[in-house]
């Protein structure tokens, strides 16, 4: 009986985020993309992708909700959180997924169901594989030794936050 009531709970959250990313398209918004962060079986946050709405690249559905919860919360850790998505997240969101700290994804379509709606981030991937040289956005290092100080600061520092 509780798998079953644990199951249903976790059917009525995606809906939560797929009736989102539905809204933002239908609503002219921006991508069909939704996101629901849950702890302890309660909604923290919840968004549809907001880039076109915002023109914050960074602004998509998991991120926005993560960035709501952390806020909601107080904190910068969201362990035991649960996020519920409409689509398996991109590079940047699975990122942002693991430093928050959430502890179970659930997602609804795949990366290559986004890459047959014209989502592809396949290049992203392959991108991060290849050699920092051998990227197309150029990368070049500079002021190394003066940025050092900074970690070397945080590394003798008694509090951290």
């Not at 797929?18 to 996101?35: C, E, M, Q, R």
């Not at 991120?63 to 910068?76: D, P, Q, S």
Request: aromatic letters at 10%.
């Amino acid at each position: 009986m509780l798998k079953f009531f644990m199951d249903k709970q976790h059917e009525t959250f995606m809906r939560m985020a797929i009736d989102l990313s539905l809204k933002n398209v239908a609503i002219n918004h921006g991508t069909p993309f939704g996101a629901v962060v849950v702890l302890n079986g309660k909604v923290i946050a919840k968004s549809a992708n907001k880039v076109h709405a915002t023109n914050d690249p960074t602004a998509h559905a998991e991120v926005a909700a993560i960035r709501m919860a952390c806020k909601n919360l107080k904190t910068f850790d969201l362990t035991g959180a649960v996020i519920y998505t409409s689509c398996e997240p991109c590079p940047m969101c699975l990122a942002a997924l693991y430093w928050s700290n959430i502890s179970t994804v659930y997602y609804a379509n795949t990366k290559d169901d986004a890459a047959n709606a014209a989502f592809n981030d396949s290049f992203i991937y392959e991108e991060i594989a290849k050699p920092i040289k051998e990227r197309k956005i150029i990368f070049k290092q500079l002021l190394r030794d003066e940025a050092q100080k900074a970690f070397k600061l945080w590394q003798q520092q008694a509090f951290k936050p």
